[in-house]
């Protein structure tokens, strides 16, 4: 089932905590065009089904990665995107959009998007693998 924009951003913005929709909007574009560089075939397709229109145009058609970025990478990645941000606040930003990416995969997809990226991305999608 695809989430609704409306739904989506509502999320994005209280878990960000964003005074504004475009702020969280920002977030979302940027972290979801980093994301789909990362993923491949199905699992990227399945993802883009569960999203807005709008936000799985971004996820298919990706920012181009050379090689697949750490957790620590894609959060620096994502901090110099957006303007003003630091690690710190794209760490929030990656992590409040990550996390409702999730909410609209469901527990298997997560998984095997989870699969496709360097090991410690469960913490940004706020699913912290279960040892």
Excluded: C, K
């Amino acid at each position: 089932m695809t989430m609704r924009w409306d739904a989506f951003l509502d999320q994005v913005q209280e878990r960000g905590e964003y005074t504004t929709r475009q702020e969280a909007e920002r977030a979302a574009r940027t972290v979801l065009a980093l994301l789909g560089a990362h993923l491949v075939g199905d699992v990227r397709a399945r993802l883009a089904a569960r999203l807005p229109e709008a936000f799985a145009l971004i996820l298919l058609n990706p920012l181009q990665a050379a090689e697949p970025l750490s957790p620590e990478r894609f959060v620096r990645a994502t901090a110099a995107w957006i303007d003003g941000a630091t690690e710190q606040t794209a760490t929030w930003d990656v992590s409040a959009v990550l996390s409702v990416a999730a909410d609209a995969a469901g527990d298997e997809l997560t998984r095997r998007v989870l699969l496709q990226l360097p090991p410690g991305y469960d913490l940004l999608f706020g699913r912290p693998a279960r040892i």
